[in-house]
């Protein structure tokens, strides 16, 4: 059952381009790595967000994912880096677009 990972990040004013630089050299390291399907990062249009920030990212299984962050290669690239809370989630429902005949569950 492929897992998503979401992974906000609290990047203090002024660390922007180098959060963003950081994102495209740990992106380009994770797509090559077993088990990484997509990842997506968007940034927060509400003042005052508490995360600039947010990586969503898909995987073909919990077990692949936790591989990756528990190699050497991933510490060394991720060293250093602001401030993130990263957690696996799985999808338990989804609301397709209205007039869609898709299923809303996720498991059916």
């Given at each position: ?25 740990v ?37 692949a ?44």
């Open positions: 059952m492929n897992v998503i990972l979401i992974n906000p990040f609290e990047v203090p004013e002024g660390r922007e381009a180098e959060t963003l630089a950081q994102w495209d050299r992106a380009e390291y994770m797509r090559r790595q077993p088990g990484f399907i997509a990842t997506r990062l968007h940034r927060a249009v509400s003042p005052g967000a508490r995360f600039h920030f947010v990586n969503v990212a898909e995987w073909a299984s919990a077990e994912f936790q591989a990756v962050i528990a190699s050497e290669a991933f510490r060394r690239l991720t060293a250093g880096t602001v401030p993130h809370f990263p957690a696996l989630y799985e999808v338990v429902r989804d609301l397709p677009p209205a007039g869609s005949d898709e299923g809303g569950d996720a498991g059916a």
